[in-house]
């Protein structure tokens, strides 16, 4: 007894889904070239090629031959150099970022003992200028004199009169 040949609709319904994407699936891709290459391009470019092709048949085949055979070498070639480059970039990367990480081992500590250092005379600076300002004030100096300047024309002279650290700048006077 032959057997009754059933047809599934959910295989129906998967074939017309199938069926749709690859069109929606073509149609972008038409698009795309259309966009990229204008229909009218390629049709120049087509009508060149088939008349290239039909005045001169031999050197045509000869050239799809050769573009056909060579182009998976040449294609592997590419890849194979892309690939190098990429490699070399990032070993570079890796190369220098390692170096970059030795030096930084040796920088930190340097960093931390000028920074010490560095502080150390900040400290030793601030000191010795708090207590000579201390002594200054401390001291009972002062002083009086009279000092005689020549420039090229006139003869300045100054008069201090200081009673220690009370004096200012108001006890100098400058006479002509």
């Known amino acids: 007894m032959p057997a009754a040949v059933e047809t599934n609709p959910n295989a ?15 149609s972008y891709l038409q698009r795309s070239v259309d966009w990229a290459i204008p229909p009218s391009s390629r049709r120049r470019a087509h009508d060149a090629i088939w008349a290239f092709a039909s005045a001169r048949a ?17 294609l592997l070639f590419a890849t194979f150099a ?7 970039l990032g070993a570079a990367i890796v190369f220098a970022l390692f ?5 930084l081992l040796l920088l930190v ?4 003992v000028t920074s010490s250092v560095a502080v150390l005379v900040w400290i030793w600076t601030v000191g010795g200028f708090m207590v000579a300002r201390w002594l200054y004030q401390h001291a009972s100096v002062g002083g009086s004199g009279k000092a005689q ?7 300045l002279s100054a008069v201090k009169d200081e009673d220690g650290p009370s004096g200012s700048v108001e006890d100098v006077k400058v006479c002509q």
């Open 58 to 74: 031999l050197v045509f085949t000869f050239l799809v031959a050769q573009a056909l055979l060579s182009f998976f070498p040449l």
């Open 149 to 155: 300047v020549d420039t090229d024309r006139k003869q």
């Open 82 to 88: 892309f690939c190098t480059v990429i490699f070399g």
């Open 12 to 26: 129906l319904d998967i074939s017309m889904s199938v069926q749709k994407q690859a069109m929606g699936t073509y």
């Open 109 to 112: 500590p340097a960093l931390l």
């Open 99 to 103: 170096w970059i990480g030795v030096a």
